[in-house]
């Protein structure tokens, strides 16, 4: 019915200072984490696997349940299990249900999107928008009241939270990238000619893919752009330039060698929670032309590491791009910077610095009798 993954020690993810960093902290707190989550198919999946592997690569005992993906939407016929009883920390997606959260250890709940945001409700249709209003939100709410302390993967989701669920204070921790992984092979020089666009993410509305043709129609031939579309792109492509490459799923290490490829990300999405493909791209040397709103602004620097354009304005997103293009010192400029900013701020070491602080708070928060940070 549900099953459990504790990773295995393998290579350390985080360099000496940040393992500095855990020894003062488990001087006086020992902590064991234990992640009940729905297998879902989703990039939540994604993030607590690294975030075990992560904290079982530091020393520090991290274990997943999985419970199958109708924990969801029929919670009663899942059984509830066990912690761990070596784990002292409770660390959950806030779409969990309560069910399956046990009322004698601290929480730490993440919020990993802004679904609850008003802009969204076109893009979802009005059963999803049922099914988020009425049965997320409810559990979403007694999630976020019951957690010692409740993470969110960027300010505006944090925001997005707190206007239309609860207001309880809430910590933003970025989701983390492998700059290990994530990283340019070589120093760069110059752009490529034909200059080199690329689209990484669902072909979906919400992700603005609908400005990707307008955008390369008035660029031109000078410009080319590889995207992920697959078989949900097959019927937008009679409308698309031929500078329009269809690339299909870019499964693992696939993305990276794209990135690798790529001079510039473009990124036209309506909405982001976050934009982790945003911040790897980043971490690979490309400066991102990407939309001016959601959580995009918190992850691009305008005018450093890329350029934010207005929403839906297919002229001013091909005219950054020619910015871009036709100036390789700003290129060079903005694919350091973005390198570095990747490094600094959006790096795995530093989400997973950030989280054994939440759990060592959290901790400290139970032992004190107070309820929540």
């Not at 009940?36 to 520090?60: E, K, S």
């Not at 036709?326 to 060079?332: K, L, Y």
């Amino acid at each position: 019915m549900f099953s459990q993954t504790s990773i295995p020690l393998t290579e350390s993810l985080s360099p000496v200072t940040t393992l500095e960093h855990d020894v003062r902290r488990k001087a006086t707190c020992d902590v064991g984490v234990w992640l009940p989550t729905v297998c879902a198919g989703t990039g939540a999946d994604i993030f607590t696997l690294r975030l075990c592997q992560g904290l079982n690569a530091r020393g520090i005992r991290a274990e997943i349940t999985w419970l199958p993906h109708r924990a969801e939407f029929l919670p009663w016929t899942v059984p509830v299990p066990k912690p761990p009883e070596w784990s002292n920390v409770v660390h959950v997606s806030t779409w969990l249900n309560p069910r399956f959260i046990p009322d004698n250890l601290p929480v730490v709940a993440t919020l990993h999107h802004s679904i609850h945001e008003p802009a969204l409700r076109p893009y979802k249709g009005w059963v999803r928008t049922a099914y988020h209003q009425h049965w997320l939100a409810p559990f979403e709410r007694r999630v976020m009241r019951r957690a010692q302390l409740v993470a969110a993967v960027s300010r505006f989701a944090a925001d997005s939270a707190q206007n239309a669920l609860c207001e309880v204070p809430i910590r933003v921790i970025h989701n983390g990238v492998n700059t290990a992984r994530f990283r340019p092979l070589t120093d760069p020089i110059a752009p490529h000619h034909p200059f080199r666009l690329l689209y990484v993410g669902g072909w979906k509305n919400l992700k603005g893919v609908d400005l990707l043709a307008p955008i390369m129609h008035e660029l031109g031939g000078d410009y080319l752009l590889h995207y992920t579309g697959g078989s949900a792109a097959a019927a937008a492509k009679s409308a698309m330039p031929t500078n329009m490459i269809d690339i299909g799923y870019l499964p693992g290490d696939q993305v990276v060698d794209a990135m690798r490829w790529a001079d510039a990300l473009v990124f036209p999405s309506y909405s982001e929670g976050f934009g982790l493909t945003v911040a790897e791209a980043m971490a690979c040397g490309l400066p991102v032309v990407a939309t001016q709103g959601s959580s995009l602004p918190e992850v691009v620097n305008d005018g450093v590491t890329g350029f934010l354009c207005p929403q839906g304005d297919a002229t001013a997103f091909a005219q950054a791009i020619r910015r871009v293009a036709s100036d390789s010192a700003m290129w060079r400029n903005m694919s350091l910077k973005a390198v570095t900013r990747a490094r600094s701020v959006f790096s795995e070491e530093a989400a997973l610095d950030a989280y054994f602080d939440a759990y060592c708070d959290a901790l400290l928060i139970l032992d004190d009798g107070s309820t929540r940070l």
